[in-house]
Every structure is written in structure tokens, then in C-alpha cells.
T-cell receptor
Framework: DGGITQSPKYLFRKEGQNVTLSCEQN?????MYWYRQDPGQGLRLIYY???????QKGDIAEGYSVSREKKESFPLTVTSAQKNPTAFYLC???????????FGPGTRLLVL | RKEVEQDPGPFNVPEGATVAFNCTYS??????FFWYRQDCRKEPKLLMS???SGNEDGRFTAQLNRASQYISLLIRDSKLSDSATYLC????????????????FGQGTILTVHP
């Protein structure tokens, strides 16, 4: 089955710790995106990538980093500089940057 | 002013009712428009794209008014399974007029359909 997978489903972070969220797609999509969702708010764009080895900051990139070494994978690292990391993180992909985006199941990050 | 604004609701309707959601957007250069559905603690899923001429998919009808920068979603004959949060989504151009597929999401409208 083609689709987007994210792992883990739940992730716990200790103070001062960096954590990495996985996002993989086998849809052969060029573009991939990371969003953050907080309760009662719309999704906000963290980073996006249009092609391998290229990525751009979104609206709330501070405290996050990404890489795009393979077309299928777009991991997100939440660094210790992100002071309020508790949220629902959603990865999405699209055929190209202007096409409809499809979402993975998400990762819930909680701070201990 | 938020880029995309929706009435958060919640809307509580009986089965079989007709319900309408409204959405306004502030960027007049917005290119494409969508309604996504999000179930509790799940990812958003595309419900339908919204076209200038209006479009229908079964019980769902979407309308776009570019002059008023207004989008609507009508659900007829509501089912219990329609209970979800409905997200109005706009694809806008980035800085300098480039389009990088930036989706701007409304905060969502909560719908509960009861027996």
C-alpha cells in the first residue's frame, strides 16, 4: 500500500533533549512538509522541501531542523531550543509543490 | 486579521439535517481552495477541492466567491459519521509571488451529528 508513515505515534522529550520524528513516503512525491498543530489552532508550517537536498523554512522554523537526503524521507528534529514543543506534528507530501497535500498519521510530542 | 477564518462552532445537528460552514480568506492572490476533514486525534484528510464554478460530491457542496474571498461547505442529510472538524484550507503564493504550495489552514469548525 502506498502512503505516508510517521513514527513514533507518541514521543516523550526530556528537558534539554533533541528528538527526531520520522516521516517516510512511498508515493514518489517530490514535495514534503512538516506542520505543527496546537489545540484549537490551525496547522502551521515548520519546514518544507521541494526536492532532495533542498528545504526551506516555513512560518515557525525556530527550534527545528530537517534534512532531505532521500526522496522518500524527511525527518524533523525538535531541538532543545524549541521551548514549547508539546504539539501534534504532521508530515505531508504532494506530487509537486502546487498539488494537493496528503498527510501522515502524525506524532504527538510531550515534554516530561 | 487571520489569513483564513472559520466559525469554530461547535455545530450540533440531528441526523438528516443540512448544515453549512463558512470561511473567509484575506490573501486575494490565493490560488486554490480545499476542505479537509479531521477526526479526533487523527490527521486531516482531503474532503474536496473547491472550484470557482462550485462543485458537488454526493451530499457535499462547495462554493467559492473570489470577489468576497469567501468559501462555503454545505452538508445535506447529515450522518453520524460526518461528526468531525472541518478545515478550510487555502493555497497561497509565497513571498515574491512564488508558489511553493503553502497551505494556510483555518482553525477548523467542529461538527457533531446526533441521533
Amino acid at each position: 500500500d502506498g502512503g505516508i508513515t510517521q513514527s513514533p505515534k507518541y514521543l516523550f522529550r526530556k528537558e534539554g533533549q533533541n528528538v527526531t520524528l520520522s516521516c517516510e513516503q512511498n508515493l514518489n512525491h517530490d514535495a514534503m512538509y512538516w506542520y505543527r498543530q496546537d489545540p484549537g489552532q490551525g496547522l502551521r508550517l515548520i519546514y518544507y522541501s521541494q526536492i532532495v537536498n533542498d528545504f526551506q523554512k516555513g512560518d515557525i522554523a525556530e527550534g527545528y531542523s530537517v534534512s532531505r537526503e532521500k526522496k522518500e524521507s524527511f525527518p524533523l528534529t525538535v531541538t532543545s531550543a524549541q521551548k514549547n514543543p508539546t504539539a501534534f506534528y504532521l508530515c505531508a507530501s504532494s506530487i509537486t509543490r502546487t498539488e494537493t497535500q496528503y498527510f501522515g498519521p502524525g506524532t504527538r510530542l510531550l515534554v516530561l | 486579521r487571520k489569513e483564513v477564518e472559520q466559525d469554530p462552532g461547535p455545530f450540533n445537528v440531528p441526523e438528516g439535517a443540512t448544515v453549512a460552514f463558512n470561511c473567509t480568506y484575506s490573501n486575494s492572490a490565493s490560488q486554490s481552495f480545499f476542505w479537509y476533514r479531521q477526526d479526533c486525534r487523527k490527521e486531516p484528510k482531503l474532503l474536496m477541492s473547491v472550484y470557482s464554478s462550485g462543485n458537488e460530491d454526493g451530499r457535499f457542496t462547495a462554493q467559492l466567491n473570489r470577489a468576497s474571498q469567501y468559501i462555503s461547505l454545505l452538508i445535506r442529510d447529515s450522518k453520524l459519521s460526518d461528526s468531525a472538524t472541518y478545515l478550510c484550507v487555502v493555497n497561497s503564493r509565497g513571498a515574491g509571488g512564488t508558489s511553493y504550495g503553502k497551505l494556510t489552514f483555518g482553525q477548523g469548525t467542529i461538527l457533531t451529528v446526533h441521533p
